[in-house]
């Protein structure tokens, strides 16, 4: 249940990175919601195997590389969902990292910590 939350949290947070981050384009809400969706999934699925396969280099940039990885997955979700859209490698960054801190303050602030 919490998985699924979070996937919401990432459409709401793709809407208001859409407000600040210039490149990125949503057309409706529901792209928002399909494209945190695929979001989630992106990074469920094929970001550990690229942080895998870019070992090297991510040491080699003390971890810096991440950004790209993380850069990379965005743009992937916005490939596969129609009405979502980022215009390049920057807007994919910025949108990334705003993303992230929003979808987590939210994450914080409506689910709170997870109780084992």
Known sequence: MRFIARLFLNGLAIIAASYV????HITTPMAAVIAGIFLGLVNALVRPILLLLTLPL???TLGLFIFVVNSACFALAAYLVPGF???GF???LFGAVIVSLISWVLSVLLIGPKHD
């Open 21 to 24: 981050v210039p490149g990125l």
């Open 58 to 60: 991510t040491l080699l």
């Open 85 to 87: 859209s980022v215009d």
């Open 90 to 92: 920057w807007s994919a």
